[in-house]
């Protein structure tokens, strides 16, 4: 199985100018903007390790799942929330392609565990020594305001975590800080079963 993120965050999404008040940067100084780079790459080191650990994406964008079999009836996907199903691709031994009709298969949302499952059948099969590739959309929404206000917060703590101490040599204990950990808790997927089902 191989997740691709098709559509990356738009680096006007980030909450740049936030990440400035919540670092209190910029007070008595003038804002030349000459760390904005430095704080967009903490944000995206902070989405990504948040999102890693929950098992959910932020911000919303588009992404290609390929696998070579279904687990289940009905398949997990590997992340969520799930907002819609763009295409199901059955690609064969030799590299050919059938799109399934949207109309064969369904969505079942959930925040935690979204599902792909067929319409009043199953799934429709992958070909032997073949694949299907799932194209979806997740995340909460593509505005920093969409997002959750405490998972918001913990991004914040985190790449100022990452800000603060950039200059470190490794000393620094690892995981992720206290209170990023007790912000994410009640948003972490507990998987069992491998991704089978419950």
């Known amino acids: 199985m191989m997740l691709t993120e098709e559509t ?3 680096s006007a999404a980030l909450p740049v100018e936030e990440m400035k008040d919540h670092l209190r940067m910029g007070s008595g100084f003038a804002d030349d903007g000459l760390q904005d780079g430095l704080i967009e790459t903490y944000l995206r080191a902070a989405l990504a390790a948040i ?21 289940e009836d009905e398949q997990a996907l590997p992340v969520s929330p799930v907002s819609q199903v ?25 925040l935690h565990r979204p599902r792909l499952a067929g319409k009043g059948t199953a799934l429709p099969t992958i070909p ?35 800000y603060e101490h950039r200059h470190d040599d490794g000393a ?22 491998g991704g089978g089902k419950k």
């Open 8 to 10: 990356p965050v738009p």
């Open 51 to 71: 999102e890693g650990r929950i098992g959910k994406m932020l911000f919303q964008r588009r992404f290609l799942w390929v696998l070579e079999c279904w687990r």
């Open 86 to 110: 763009v295409s199901l691709t059955l690609v064969d031994a030799a590299g050919g392609e059938v799109v399934v009709a949207p109309a064969t298969y369904r969505l079942v949302k959930d």
């Open 128 to 162: 032997s020594e073949g694949l299907a590739k799932v194209v979806f959309d997740a995340g909460f929404g593509p505005a920093w305001t969409d997002i959750p206000v405490d998972l918001r917060q913990s991004v914040l703590l985190l790449a100022g975590e990452y």
């Open 172 to 193: 620094q204990a690892a995981g992720l800080p206290f209170g990023v950990v007790t912000l994410i808790e009640r948003w972490r997927t507990v998987r069992i079963l």
